[in-house]
């Protein structure tokens, strides 16, 4: 056996001098002898902690162990087995949290396996490569409806067409993905990727309708009574954008999270007017909001022409929710960070659009229901950030419109669909839902693998169902 | 993609299309909009849907050439496509089973007063007037076609070619005045016509409608692009509207908004028709 080294490879990065002025992808991704180098660091335990760690159950240990021993294309199989989406859960995963936190080496006090950053080179591997062909599956004449092509519906889509079902997805945008492709910019996931994945999965038997917003163009009713769908998994997400009701929210310059970075990523707005759908950007922008789409708004607002980008976030640096690499490459980039910093109002010139942030200072209080330490306004400290753009990224929640026209499908109080965690069912026989429509807005890997445990339980309830004559 | 089955040009700068779109012919109804998108590089606009049919599985839309993308789409014709169309999208507007309705159409709106006048010639109880204006007779749309399902049809034009000479708001004050009795106006127009009709009704208090037309992106509820101030609320104008109580919408914050991005459509429309021009004479 390799001596096990006490550090991950290194992964090789963009320069932030030229990251902020272009999409391309920031992370460069192993090379070939880099990763069987990190591979070799595996210890192949017997009882592998890792995969435990994993929402869709990827067998870490053994696509590591085939890596190691150079049968990349047997590591990419055994990949897939499980995970349909590799190039993105590489990228765009917590592994930090999930896998690697439980990589035996962190005992021993060497850095953990770079589980996710081998993933993504399996994936990358079988892009540059040729994809690796499965077996192709048997139809077995039962018709399956997911709404929404986000990760969840992706995930049980291709999980379902892998047993031989007759899958629709019906997506409301123009374009699959969902937040994958609107939300998570190209720096962090190219677009070319997701695009690639749906084609396997269209090779796959999958089809997609796109320009479909269930709720308005059909119903789960229509889909389940009148075109034949036996079973229809909902994976709608969580795109209602939250605003503060603050004074000044609707000048010109400030944008949700959602419409700013749907205007970049989707529209493409970056390169307008070659392409048609334009976005105002201001020289200093703020962007209120510390999780990983606040971080991924002020990054994105850097490369599209602001001068200086500012996070605002009423906590402080422990309790923000975004990933350490995405803080870490922020600030390579950059961005200033105003921790304990509350906005008060939105200010405006008489052109109608922003020119200043007013905020109060913050301290930290008692825990609250998060377990976080509530932040609490210091009297007398407001002051004024000159900014012309605001940028609210306060989290989002399930869009009404599917469940609202949906009846018999119980919401909790916080407007989220209420289903069997171990299954996706639902109250009403046959619709499932999973992801954050679900859990409300979480993680890419987490709405997978409740697509993952949706496409087992539907597969359950339709082997349970005779097939209608 | 969307295929355009028929195109018929009302006036020099209006056209109607008729599209093949049969799921949302389906399920569309009086007061709801498509967002299209007309190629690969365009960006997502919101037009109202004018007419469905949902044995023939079309619907029909209206679009004033305005912008590049309104112009671009004006260069489609019969059997070309349209790259993406969504809907039905909004709430259906409320209508009532009896009373009065003054429907006032303005410019291009007249086209979004159809379906609604279709809808409520159905309801026996429901007695409509079409008050409907443009500049002059050439201008005014579809006239023909709303005058047949409303039990009044009351153009106006401001050089008086065709029928009241003046504005559909000095018309409909007329009426009010004159006890006409309306029990409800829907008004769907420019929005300066919008907010004066608004004010024609406020001292009446006639319950009036209008419906907005802000900026939208995704028109599914995703961005919060289209969000409009109504009774001082914030109220996303793509799911909850089109129509809003127009004695509580801020007119004045909807007009700024509406307005953000002058300067870039002004951009991509002299970029659009440098090309055209260049397309057109060719530079031995």
Request: hydrophobic share 40%.
């Amino acid at each position: 056996m390799a001596m096990i080294g006490h550090k991950k490879q290194h992964m090789p990065v963009l320069a932030a001098a030229r990251r902020v002025s272009s999409f391309e992808e920031v992370p460069l991704g192993y090379t070939l002898a880099m990763a069987e180098h990190e591979a070799d660091r595996c210890l192949q335990c017997p009882d592998p902690q890792c995969e435990q760690g994993c929402p869709v159950q990827v067998p870490v240990r053994d696509f590591i162990g085939l890596l190691a021993q150079g049968r990349v294309e047997d590591s990419v199989r055994k990949m897939k087995e499980y995970n349909r989406l590799p190039a993105i859960c590489g990228r765009v995963c917590p592994q930090e949290e999930q896998c690697e936190i439980q990589c035996v080496l962190n005992r021993s006090g060497r850095h953990p396996v770079a589980i996710g950053r081998l993933e993504r080179f399996v994936a990358d591997w079988e892009r540059t490569n040729g994809w690796v062909e499965t077996e192709p599956p048997e139809p077995n004449g039962q018709k399956v409806a997911v709404i929404g092509a986000g990760p969840s519906g992706l995930t049980c889509a291709g999980d379902l067409a892998a047993r031989g079902y007759d899958v629709t997805v019906f997506e409301a945008l123009h374009a699959p993905g969902g937040v994958l492709m609107y939300g998570i910019p190209e720096f962090r996931l190219p677009k070319a990727i997701v695009e690639d994945d749906v084609a396997r999965l269209e090779a796959l038997g999958v089809k997609f309708v796109y320009n479909v917003l269930v709720g308005r163009t059909l119903t789960i009713d229509d889909l389940m009574d009148r075109m034949g769908f036996g079973a229809v998994f909902i994976g709608t997400g969580a795109g209602l954008p939250r605003f503060m009701k603050i004074p000044g929210e609707n000048l010109g310059g400030v944008y949700s999270a959602n419409e700013f970075l749907t205007r970049i990523n989707l529209m493409r707005a970056y390169r307008f007017p070659e392409y048609d759908t334009p976005l105002r950007m201001g020289r200093r922008v703020a962007v209120i909001g510390a999780g990983n789409t606040a971080m991924d708004c002020v990054r994105t607002a850097l490369r599209v022409g602001a001068e200086q980008g500012l996070i605002v976030y009423r906590r402080s640096e422990h309790e923000m929710s975004a990933r350490a690499e995405e803080y870490e490459h922020a600030v390579e980039e950059g961005v200033q960070f105003h921790w304990l910093t509350a906005p008060v109002r939105i200010l405006g010139g008489e052109d109608g659009w922003v020119n200043g942030l007013e905020c109060v200072r913050m301290e930290l209080g008692e825990p609250d229901a998060s377990g976080r330490r509530s932040p609490v306004a210091v009297p007398g400290s407001e002051f004024i950030l000159p900014v012309d753009t605001v940028i609210l990224a306060l989290g989002t929640t399930p869009n009404p419109i599917l469940l609202k026209a949906t009846p018999g499908l119980p919401t909790n109080r916080h407007g989220c669909v209420v289903a069997d965690p171990a299954t996706g069912a639902t109250t009403r026989p046959g619709v499932f839902a999973g992801g954050d429509v679900v859990t409300g807005a979480a993680t890419v890997i987490l709405a997978m693998g409740a697509g993952q445990k949706a496409a087992r339980g539907i597969h359950e309830y339709l082997s349970r169902t005779p097939v209608p004559v | 993609m969307y295929r355009i089955l028929h195109v018929r040009q009302l006036t020099p700068v209006t056209r109607l299309y008729l599209i093949d779109a049969p799921l949302i012919a389906e399920s569309a109804r009086p007061g709801q909009f498509v967002i299209l998108r007309v190629d690969e590089t365009g960006e997502r606009i919101p037009v109202t849907i004018t007419d469905f049919d949902r044995g023939a599985g079309t619907i029909t839309i209206v679009v004033q050439e305005v912008g590049k993308t309104t112009r671009l789409l004006a260069q489609l014709g019969e059997g070309d496509c349209i790259r993406d169309v969504a809907g039905p999208l909004g709430s259906p507007v409320n209508l009532p089973d009896g009373g009065r309705v003054a429907l006032v159409g303005g410019g291009f709106g007249t086209a979004a007063i159809l379906t609604i006048a279709r809808e409520l010639a159905r309801r026996p109880g429901v007695q409509v007037d079409a008050i409907v204006g443009a500049r002059t007779h050439e201008l005014l749309i579809l006239a023909r076609e709303v005058g047949a399902v409303v039990d009044r049809f009351l153009p106006c034009t401001d050089d008086g070619s065709l029928g009241y000479k003046g504005f559909v708001t000095s018309l409909l004050g007329e009426k009010i005045a004159a006890r006409e009795g309306y029990n409800l106006v829907l008004a769907v127009g420019p929005m300066p016509m919008m907010r004066a009709v608004a004010e024609v009704t406020r001292t009446a208090a006639i319950p009036t409608l209008a419906s907005l037309d802000p900026i939208m992106l995704d028109g599914t509820g995703m961005c919060g692009a289209c969000r409009c101030r109504v009774g001082g609320e914030n109220k996303f104008a793509c799911v909850d509207g089109p129509f809003f109580d127009a004695h509580q919408v801020d007119f004045a914050e909807l007009a700024r908004r509406t307005k953000m991005y002058h300067y870039e459509e002004r951009l991509a429309l002299e970029r659009f028709q440098a090309q055209d021009r260049a397309t057109a004479e060719p530079v031995a």
